[in-house]
């Protein structure tokens, strides 16, 4: 059996993608933040800040968490367009993928800064927003996955029909997400606890939001049964548990604080984003094991015995 090592260039950018994945994490969390304390019209321009790029005299709280919002994000797009850059550069020594995949993920940047400067000039449209999170938890989930597979090559961990699972269960975890996103910009909460109204929206996110959870469960107990699986990623595993668990109580406990404590929606969707991008990273997730090497060895070791 022989262990894949990376070559330099493509650890490098295994490592750098690493990085993208926390940016783009950092960014949906400064985002939710920049939503809940109705902060998105902070800046009522775009792409400056009170024509500048640095606004001094507005800034405040609202200012600096969208002025934070908007600075995560071009350094984000500019990082994946050097990474875009590189994959051509070390192309031979490269997936082949690699290079439209990231040619790929730069467009996507690109088309989210067209949905977060018409978030602004269209004064914070419910779809949009909607768009703005989808786009960006799609980038977290790409990214998430590109990091697996360039930092651990070789076959999935899993079987097809398991890793089919594993992505029905990432798609319906940023599903609901969506879900919740709909029910904040439209304050469907806010209006359903305060005057009774819009309740069907709120009462769809939570119904939902059990199926989805025990969805997730099961994906990851029906991996835990494979020794090989269980033994190498059981801190995944706990992990997804773990999150599950707690949006759970942080979903309970913002209703029942009337959707008036600000951390607990923003740790609802750090942890909404974190679900993502374990669950991806889980599913693209390689062996490391080069299958024709591990029997060209068991070849040569049987081939010397019988020699001796």
């Not at 690109?110 to 960006?136: C, D, E, K, R």
């Not at 109580?249 to 984003?273: D, R």
């Amino acid at each position: 059996m022989q262990v894949i090592y990376p070559p330099k260039p493509r650890n490098r950018l295994g490592m750098l993608a690493a990085h993208v994945v926390v940016a783009l994490i950092t960014l949906v969390v400064i985002g939710g933040a920049t939503r809940v304390m109705e902060a998105g019209l902070a800046c009522p321009d775009w792409p400056l800040c009170y024509g500048s790029f640095l606004p001094g005299r507005q800034m405040n709280l609202q200012v600096f968490l969208e002025w934070f919002h908007r600075l995560d994000a071009f350094f984000v797009g500019i990082v994946l367009i050097i990474q875009f850059a590189f994959s051509l550069h070390w192309a031979k020594s490269l997936p082949k993928w690699l290079p439209w995949t990231y040619g790929f993920l730069t467009l996507l940047v690109a088309f989210q800064g067209f949905l977060g400067a018409l978030t602004v000039m269209q004064l914070l449209p419910s779809l949009v927003v909607i768009a703005h999170l989808a786009v960006a938890l799609t980038l977290v989930a790409i990214m998430s996955g590109v990091t697996q597979q360039l930092l651990n090559p070789g076959k999935s961990i899993f079987p097809i029909w398991l890793r089919s699972f594993g992505l029905l269960s990432l798609f319906l975890v940023i599903a609901q997400s969506l879900l919740g996103s709909r029910v904040a910009t439209s304050w469907a909460a806010r209006r359903c606890l305060d005057f009774g109204d819009s309740c069907n929206l709120l009462g769809l996110h939570r119904t939902s939001a059990i199926p989805v959870s025990l969805l997730v469960i099961l994906f990851v107990v029906v991996s835990s049964f494979r020794k090989d699986v269980f033994v190498n990623q059981w801190p995944y595993f706990l992990t997804i548990i773990f999150l599950i668990i707690s949006q759970i109580f942080l979903g309970v406990f913002s209703i029942q604080l009337g959707m008036s404590e600000p951390s607990l929606i923003i740790g609802h969707q750090l942890i909404a984003c974190l679900l993502v991008a374990v669950i991806s990273a889980l599913n693209f997730k390689g062996r490391g094991i080069d299958d024709s090497s591990q029997s060209l060895l068991v070849n040569q070791s049987t081939l010397e015995t019988c020699h001796g």
